[in-house]
Structure formats: structure tokens, C-alpha cells
């Protein structure tokens, strides 16, 4: 069964990325990333990521995390090792980051600088749910007083590249700690019950994963909470 939605979730990211390269495809140029930063490449002291973070979330009033490192061919295993692997309470507190672009933001919308009305979005889920984009669209249209048609809100896996470079991390590396660029994130509520209250997502680099509180992940990073996915 975990090995099925193992699969099943590297089959959807696969067919998400197909859909995000063909629209964004028909953009103009203009509607590319714009960053003042660049991405970490493996030569920049990627050692150094762990230490880094630490003192992020250390700083920002955060103490209860923990970081581990897995193995190689961690993302080949079926969700209960990656569970026993991490010490997770279950495999629903193992959580991902997803950039989302907004395909359809208007054309004055390029960056972040509006987190109600932003061009990219960083989204954490759990392996074991399945994200409903249309829910979040919703959420932003609500957030906006309906002042925004909703035909402007399409929200789609942004090109690996683009993740890249707007986080500074590599793919299956994804966090939203320290990032590159300040994209504003979205936790779902299905995290936000999950009991104990302590989850687990990329931790920066591919074989390194962070765990930490709910609570204090919420009052850090202060996402938009909103109920996106479905088992």
C-alpha cells in the first residue's frame, strides 16, 4: 500500500511538472522569475545547510526541530521505512514543500512582494494527501475580497528550474527555512492535526530531513493555514 502511493505521488509530480512546462510555455517573457539571489550549487559548502538552518529557526524563537540524515536512495523506499527511517509518529507527519506558480496572475503580478496576491506560493502537504489546487485558489480569491477574478488564480508545479531557483534547493531538498527568495507558504490544515503535533519535510539538502513542532513552525514562518488536500 505505502509503496502504491509512493508511486502514485512521483506519477502526479511527473504529470504536474508536463502541465506547468506547456502553460507556462505561452507566457511572455515577462513572467519569469525575477530574484536579486542565486541558488546554492553543491560546491557552496552544502555541509554548512544544517548548521545554517539551525540558526534560522534558533533565532526565530524555534528550539523544538531535529535534523537526520537518510540514505541515498531514501525517496526509493515505501512511506513506512522513510516513517521508521525518521523516527515519525506516523506516515501522515511525513511532509513535502511545492513551489506553485500563479499561470494566470496578471501581468504586474512577477514576484512575491504580495503574499495575498503572490506570483509564486510554497505549499507543505503530506505524502499521504492528495493537493487540490482548486481549494487554494479559492482561498486567494476570498483573501482578496473578491476583487481579483478568479480566472486569475491557476495554480500550477512550477518548473523544477524555477524552484530552484527561487529556494536556493535542489529538488526532493525543498524547504521553506531560509529560503532564496520570501515566497509565501501555505500549510495545510490536515498537518495542523495531526497529533503529536511534530512533522517532518526537507531539511534543505536531498538526504537531509528536518522535523519540528507545529506550533512553533506556525508562529515562525506564519503561513496561510488553509484545507488543500484530500486522502
Not at 519569469?32 to 548548521?51: I, K, Q, R, Y
Not at 506558480?101 to 512575491?112: E, F, K, L, M, R
Not at 505524502?127 to 488564480?153: D, P, Q
Amino acid at each position: 500500500m505505502e509503496a502504491a502511493l509512493a508511486e502514485l505521488e512521483r506519477l502526479q509530480t511527473r504529470i504536474l511538472e508536463r502541465i506547468s512546462k506547456l502553460e507556462l510555455s505561452h507566457l511572455p517573457q515577462n513572467a519569469e522569475p525575477l530574484s536579486s539571489s542565486f541558488p546554492l550549487t553543491n560546491g557552496d559548502a552544502s555541509s554548512d545547510v544544517e548548521a545554517r538552518l539551525s540558526n534560522i529557526l534558533r533565532s526565530n524563537g524555534v528550539n523544538d526541530f531535529i535534523f537526520k540524515r537518510v540514505a541515498s536512495d531514501y525517496y526509493d523506499w515505501p512511506l513506512e521505512s522513510r516513517r521508521d527511517a525518521l523516527g515519525a509518529a506516523s506516515v501522515h507527519h511525513l511532509c513535502k514543500s511545492i513551489v506553485l506558480v500563479n499561470t494566470q496572475a496578471p501581468s504586474n503580478v512577477i514576484d512575491c512582494s504580495d503574499r495575498n496576491n503572490s506570483k509564486y506560493y510554497v505549499v507543505v502537504v503530506q505524502y499521504t494527501a492528495r493537493f487540490n489546487a482548486e481549494t487554494v485558489k479559492n482561498f486567494l480569491y476570498a483573501l482578496n475580497n473578491g476583487k481579483i477574478s478568479k480566472k486569475k488564480f491557476n495554480l500550477r508545479l512550477a518548473p523544477e528550474e524555477t524552484s530552484i531557483k527561487l529556494t536556493g534547493y535542489e529538488h526532493n531538498a525543498v524547504t521553506c527555512i531560509g529560503m532564496q527568495t520570501d515566497i509565501p507558504v501555505i500549510l495545510d490544515e490536515a498537518i495542523v492535526n495531526l497529533n503529536p503535533d511534530f512533522f517532518w519535510l526537507g531539511g534543505g539538502e536531498v538526504d537531509l530531513k528536518l522535523g519540528i513542532r507545529t506550533s512553533e513552525f506556525i508562529n515562525f514562518v506564519k503561513p496561510f493555514i488553509v484545507s488543500c488536500s484530500g486522502s
